[in-house]
Structure formats: C-alpha cells, structure tokens
C-alpha cells in the first residue's frame, strides 16, 4: 500500500520561502508520478507541479513557474516542493499525491494516493 506522509507547511511573509515535504512508502514500479496540488479556500484543487520517475520530466503551473522547485531525494523516498518568493495568493492546503503510471507517460493526470495536507499561510 502507498502511503505519502507530509510535513513543513506553516505561515510565512509575503517574498519568504518553505519547503514541503513528502515520505513516500509503497511505491513499487520505477514508473510513477509525484504530484503537489492546493486547495484554496472556495477554490477547486489544483495542480501545482509534478514529476514522472522515469525520465524526471516536470510540469509546473503557469502561477509558480520560476518560483516553485520540485525534486526528490530517491535514496530518502522523499520529495520537496522548495516554494520561493511566496505570494498571499498561494495560501491554500497543500497535498502531495503519487500515481503508479499505467497508462500514461506524463506525470499530468489523474492520482490515486495523497498525503493528509499541509496548510501554508502567506501573510501580506
């Protein structure tokens, strides 16, 4: 079973930066996608950035190209998502999720397996 445990959210100033992190167990297949999405209030969940095991290939949305890194520690089992330069804007809750890739070959899509959440506040 895959289990995704998450862990650095918090409150930060408007231009501060953190770091979420996600512990994955369970995962498998060498092929598989690390996804971080955000809740806002009101708001649908949305992806934020994503990255496909086999090749690295990423994705970023538009709002946090730039400013938004994901990466992974393999020998951890652990990925990040560095947040720079943070904007009141990407206040949400935050979630990492992973997906055993089937069917497709890009980290974009659909995910089975998410984390509890990390709410991360950006204050003006």
């Known amino acids: 079973e895959v289990q995704l445990v998450e862990s650095g959210g918090g409150l930060v100033q408007a231009g501060g930066s953190l770091r979420l992190s996600c512990a994955a167990s369970?995962?498998?297949?060498?092929?598989?996608?690390i996804g971080w999405f955000r809740q806002a209030p009101g708001k649908e969940r949305v992806l934020v950035s994503c990255?496909?095991?086999?090749?690295?290939?990423?994705y970023y949305e538009d709002s946090v190209k730039g400013r938004f890194t994901i990466s992974s520690d393999n020998a951890e089992n652990t990925m990040y998502l560095q947040m720079n330069s943070l904007k009141p804007d990407d206040t949400a809750v935050y979630y990492c999720?992973?997906?055993?890739?089937?069917?497709?070959?890009?980290?974009?899509?659909?995910?089975?397996?998410w984390g509890q959440g990390s709410q991360v506040t950006v204050s003006s």
């Open positions: 369970g995962l498998t297949s060498d092929d598989y996608a």
């Open positions: 999720a992973a997906d055993i890739l089937y069917y497709r070959s890009t980290c974009v899509g659909g995910y089975d397996y």
């Open positions: 990255v496909r095991s086999r090749d690295g290939s990423t």
